[in-house]
């Protein structure tokens, strides 16, 4: 068997450069550095904020920006936990309108994303017309809905006029305006989780619904055994994403009642309650204090929906 030698450069010919320490140290922690750019980004545009915040909010910063400040430790935490006339009634506010627009927008997104799963005669344009709430802004939105239910030149009274029915004071009256508001956000954003439901039908296998058709399954018992529980990962998603994003509205609500929510704060949520404390009072150690406690609240929720969602796929 012949054996292999190894062999050896010739004397005096040129050998490879070693690799410089550094260079070697920068092809260890490439990762690291090219992702550098983006995580400094994020520190400069979200960390520091927020650092800055929960400075203030242990601050009694009032009156002009440039004013002297002292610290006051969780004095502001103090006051904000005992304010049973604004705080509070403004995170029930907010838990109502999350939790009634959420449960609006999945239940109608649902619906409407299984009428366009299956095809039909133009059904292009039937999803282009239910798309369209999202292309206006929500602060035109809300000016476009104020008009329309005006109490005395909106065209939501004079329809229940045709009917024999009285004015109803949509956006003035003291207990309709949260209501009102929620249907505005409704309109306008459930065609997002249609367009999440939808991706998320299309999708899906047909073997499936193939094999429960031909065992004599129903239409109800189809959807309820097959189609939801391979469904819940994407309606998780969608939970997740428009409940935070209804959670922290505020362009409509602002657009609609102006400050303070309204004369009697009926539509005042957190975020509302926040910029007026910044913004009308000046109060920026108070309001740091309650925009702090409501991006816990935040953090929170999307814990409490990433955990329900990881127990779901189990």
Do not use: C
Not at 72 to 79: I, P
Not at 100 to 127: D, S
């Amino acid at each position: 068997m012949a054996t292999m030698t190894a062999t050896k450069a010739p004397r005096g010919a040129p050998t490879a450069p070693e690799t410089p320490g550094w260079l070697r140290w920068v092809d260890d922690h490439r990762k690291w550095l090219f992702a550098a750019p983006a995580m400094t980004f994020v520190a400069a545009l979200i960390v520091f904020p927020l650092a800055w915040t929960g400075y203030l909010s242990l601050t009694d910063a009032e009156g002009s920006v440039r004013a002297e400040s002292e610290f006051v430790g969780l004095q502001n935490y103090f006051d904000v936990f005992t304010d049973t006339e604004r705080f509070w009634p403004a995170v029930g506010r907010t838990a109502t309108f999350t939790v009634v627009a959420l449960l609006f927008e999945v239940v109608l997104g649902m619906a409407i994303a299984l009428l366009l799963w299956r095809p039909f005669k133009g059904q292009r344009w039937v999803r282009v017309a239910i798309l369209m709430p999202l292309v206006a802004t929500p602060v035109a939105v809300g000016m476009m809905w104020r008009l329309i239910f005006d109490p005395n030149i909106g065209l939501a009274n004079q329809l229940l006029g045709w009917f024999g029915a009285g004015p109803w004071p949509w956006l003035a009256g003291q207990h309709s305006a949260l209501p009102t508001t929620i249907f505005i956000d409704v309109w306008q954003w459930t065609p997002m989780v249609v367009l999440i439901l939808l991706a998320g039908l299309t999708s899906l296998s047909e073997e499936p619904q193939e094999a429960a058709r031909i065992d004599g399954a129903s239409t109800w018992q189809r959807f309820r055994h097959v189609t939801l529980p391979l469904l819940m990962p994407t309606l998780t998603v969608a939970i997740l994403l428009r409940g935070i994003d209804a959670l922290k509205t505020f362009d409509i609500l602002y657009a609609t009642k102006g400050r303070g929510g309204g004369s009697f704060h009926e539509v005042e949520t957190l975020n509302v309650y926040a910029y007026g404390l910044s913004f009308d009072y000046n109060e920026y150690g108070v309001s740091s204090t309650v925009l702090i406690l409501f991006f816990l609240i935040i953090i929170g929720a999307m814990w409490a929906l990433t955990a329900r969602r990881k127990e779901a796929q189990r």
